[in-house]
């Protein structure tokens, strides 16, 4: 019984999956929008749709945008040691050890001159740091550097999750292009298996010309099945960039569909202007000079301490009377000065931290120039790739015509009988490869601009500031 009811449910699960598998486009279309799914989902897509839905839902440009907020908040503390304080102070002292005094005075009660045991004060003051040792100048220039590294910081995401976009909604293009020259080479297959067939009921060739034709849509086959699987893959990373979570509804395949195409722009790019714009645009660099001078003005705070530290302030207090066990009775006024502190030897703290300001700010210097060299080595490396994709993209202009001509050569001299069955399915090979190196070319071109643009600081947006 347990194994009838078993194979039963084996039997609905495989069913009701053919059904979703056999499900249509249209059809999945119509199961996306029944889950509230996003517009985008179910409309055509640009690149630039693409582009601005990553940049409001992507998952590393948000938590980018957070950390960016996070910085404001230090720069907030940062300049606070320039700003004046109001600071408000009250207690309560309850003290039964009161030490009275042995004598009255004359005409005074002899609880007038005692202090009581409850004892309260209060006070309102404000405080304004007027001279730190150069302390508060270098708070101020952190702040400023601080504001500007995480904004660099925050560009650098941005510019990364705009080519991971870019390169994503490549592979889908290419993926979409794959399927169709393969299923364009399994239609010639089945084309040239009907024609073998009907001439092998003519008698005109052997049943080895069907079997090989055959065996031809059966090699076929896999690459179908693998170019869809790769479309399908690549739907889901794009889905997952743009920052959007599946439908678990959707089994087989996403049905975005996109309205750009793979072509091969004009693009000019030379490798001594791409390494100076590199230098001078990528966030990157930018990140690791804030944090050169961010080490600087450390050493500056550091020496700070050698110096005196001077503040003004003025507030108003007030207590109860400390002559006498009058609870109300009080006494107030106005107060104001001027407090000075200097530490003139605190064991060698200073000149310890001087020392680790030191060595940081010139780590940071090394750190800048391998970042330099590093970024250098990237654009070179970017450049050779674009010239490589460029050449083979050159390379393939006429091929994939000369490949179509001579399937069409091959089929009449088959048909007239003065050529083979290997002769059409050679050059239907090599129409297929022609067909697939070309839409790679063309991947590879794009893929390779948009590295080089990334490594050269072109697609960094210089202005942009989350809300």
Partial sequence: MRNKLHSRCVSFALLWLGLLTSMSPRLLAETIRSTNAPAWLTQPLSLEDALQIALRQNGAILKGQADLEAAHGVVVQTRAIAIPKVRGTSGYTFDNAIEKFPFAAPGLPPDAINPGENRWTGSLRIEQLIYEGGRIRSSLRTAKLTKEQALLQYQAIVADTVLEVRVAYSDVLLAAQQIVVQEASLELLRKELEDTQRRFDAGTVPR?????????I????????RARNAHRIAKNNLANLLGYHVPPEVWEDIPMTLTGELTAEPYSAELPSAIAQALENRPELGVLRKAAGLRKEGIATAKSSHKPSVALFGGYGARNTSFGNDFYREVSGWNAGVQLNWDLFDGFLTRGKVQQATALHEKAQVELDDSARRIELEVRTAYSNFVEAKEVLDSQKKVQEQAEEALRLATVRGEAGTGTQLDVLNAQTALTEARTTRIQALHDYTVARAR????????????????
Avoid: M, S, W, Y
Wanted: aromatic share 4%; charged share 25%.
């Fill in 208 to 216: 080895f010309n069907v079997l090989r034709a055959e065996v031809e």
């Fill in 218 to 225: 059966a090699n076929a086959r896999p690459k179908l099945i």
């Fill in 452 to 467: 080089l643009e990334r490594a050269t600081g072109q697609n960094v947006p210089q202005h942009i500031v989350p809300k």
